[in-house]
């Protein structure tokens, strides 16, 4: 089992920043990839970026240049730096983590208005 526990969302004006943090807990030490993925309302969940284990990384379209992932494998911690953010990026932010199983965190909401 791996828990997963977001942070890091809020309210941010557009052209902001904001940065998410994803710790995991448990059997993490065998995490072969961790993520963000987001659901904007009436929306299906849309990947975001991806990290695998040795650091490669994949962006969805729609955030490339302005998103960028990292992790601490130290800490078992994966973050999402968001950097001009836009209207759209609005949506309920998910970590997840691939390690045999799939494992979701709760969600952490990020608005961007004005």
């Known amino acids: 089992q791996v828990q997963l526990v977001e942070s890091g969302g809020g309210l941010v004006q557009p052209g902001g920043s904001l940065r998410l943090s994803c710790a995991a807990s448990g059997r993490a030490s065998i995490i072969a990839s961790m993520g963000w993925y987001r659901q904007a309302p009436g929306k299906q969940r849309e990947i975001v970026a991806i990290i695998s284990l040795f650091g490669s990384t994949n962006y969805a379209d729609s955030v490339k240049g302005r998103f960028t992932i990292s992790s601490d494998n130290a800490k078992n911690t994966v973050y999402l730096q968001m950097d001009s953010l836009k209207p759209e990026d609005t949506a309920v932010y998910y970590c997840?983590?691939?390690?045999?199983?799939?494992?979701w965190g709760q969600g952490t909401q990020v608005t961007v208005s004005s």
């Open positions: 997840r983590a691939l390690s045999g199983d799939v494992y």
